[in-house]
């Protein structure tokens, strides 16, 4: 069930992704006529949707580890992404990049937070079959 939640995280995100890069400019220029902003807003919509893909496969790791009953490993991804793993990459990512670094951090936070949220998966599921087999 956690593998066919997975793909269609990743297809509809992927769909929706898609939608909204092509549609990005006609979606900022409904809320501003600037073309200056609506070029700056391109962009940064552009860049928020890059890990569009992806994104739901971390809130379904968090589900399952609460439906597991693993509640620190849940709690952690939950701060990750707004927390433990954003705030620090903003900073990094506007001192080294500027402002590119501060409108791609969300995208990098959430692509570091998949990857944090599959190896806290991995352990956590591992950790169960050695319990069940030790029984």
């Known amino acids: ?6 793909i269609t995280a990743v ?3 992927s769909i929706l992704t898609a939608i909204y890069w092509v549609f990005a400019d006609a979606i900022v220029q409904s809320f ?4 200056v902003v609506i070029d700056y807003g391109t962009t940064m ?10 994104v739901g496969v971390m809130f379904i790791f968090i589900n399952v580890l609460q439906g597991l009953g693993k509640v620190i490993p849940s709690l952690i991804l939950s701060i990750s992404r707004h927390g433990l793993v954003f705030i620090p990459l903003l900073y990094i990512l506007d001192y080294t990049v500027g402002l590119n670094g501060i409108i791609y ?4 936070t959430d692509i570091l937070t998949v990857i944090i949220s599959i190896i806290l998966y991995t352990v956590v599921s591992r950790g169960l079959v050695e319990q069940k087999a030790m029984r």
């Not at 919509?45 to 992806?54: Q, V």
């Not at 951090?105 to 990098?108: C, G, K, L, Y």
């Open 1 to 6: 069930m956690i593998k066919f939640s997975i």
């Open 11 to 13: 297809i509809l995100g």
């Open 32 to 35: 501003i006529d600037s073309p």
């Open 45 to 54: 919509l552009r860049a928020l949707i890059i890990s569009g893909p992806i």
């Open 105 to 108: 951090t969300q995208p990098v």
